[in-house]
């Protein structure tokens, strides 16, 4: 299986000292010819950080993607019935966005696309990134773990000394874990080992 013309909602949450790294992966997929349909939360859309400058990424995803970026319910509401996506990845996906998507909320355009993922039974892909995955996260990682349709990109604390409970996504994953939740299947080891 390839990427190349699949369609894909690309979702970019407030992880703020994630979001610059999520650009090289973000190339590495439009390199494979996949049709990307880059999808942020509020706060990226409308904040700079000491992390990154607003317009520089916001116009920067948009030369990668080759497309506007959907900021607003009413922008992803047509990924639903009317323009469905393959799949649907989230990364970074914040605390914050995995506890919404766990307890149904949907009170933004990601989420709204999130949502129309799900709806339309393709998967849905989260690249975490929180400090909070193994203390008031761990119950919303693990309902979603064991959700249909969800998959995760492979995750492991990111700094177990100074932040025990902390976990990130490897990023470096990204691709694999696409194409094994196209096929329906959870890319093994799900939970991987910190650097060294």
Same mark, same amino acid.
């Given at each position: 299986m390839s990427l190349s013309g699949k369609k894909i909602a690309f979702g970019i949450t407030a992880s703020f000292c994630t979001v610059q790294d999520i650009l090289e992966p973000l190339r590495l997929l439009a390199a494979t010819g996949a049709d990307?349909?880059?999808?942020?939360?509020?706060?990226?859309? $409308?904040?700079? =950080?000491?992390?990154?400058? &607003? %317009?520089?990424?916001? $116009?920067?995803? =948009?030369?990668?993607?080759? &497309? %506007?970026?959907?900021?607003?319910?009413?922008?992803?509401?047509?990924?639903g019935p009317k323009?469905?996506?393959?799949?649907?990845?989230?990364?970074p996906a914040t605390g914050n966005t995995i506890a919404k998507i766990a307890a149904g909320i949907w009170d933004n355009g990601l989420l709204t696309a999130a949502k129309a993922a799900l709806r339309n039974?393709?998967?849905?892909?989260?690249?975490?990134f929180t400090n909070d995955a193994l203390s008031q996260n761990g119950v919303n990682i693990m309902r979603l773990y064991n959700t249909k349709n969800i998959y995760f990109v492979p995750f492991g604390q990111d700094d177990p000394a100074a932040k025990p409970t902390s976990m990130a996504a490897d990023l470096s994953q990204i691709q694999p874990t696409l194409l094994a939740a196209l096929s329906g299947k959870q890319i093994q080891p799900a939970i991987i080992a910190p650097p060294h």
């Open positions: 990307i349909y880059p999808v942020v939360s509020p706060d990226v859309f $409308a904040n700079s =950080s000491r992390f990154h400058n &607003r %317009d520089e990424f916001l $116009a920067e995803i =948009s030369k990668i993607c080759g &497309r %506007d970026i959907i900021s607003t319910t009413k922008a992803a509401e047509p990924m323009n469905p996506m393959d799949i649907m990845i989230i990364a039974g393709r998967p849905l892909v989260l690249a975490i």
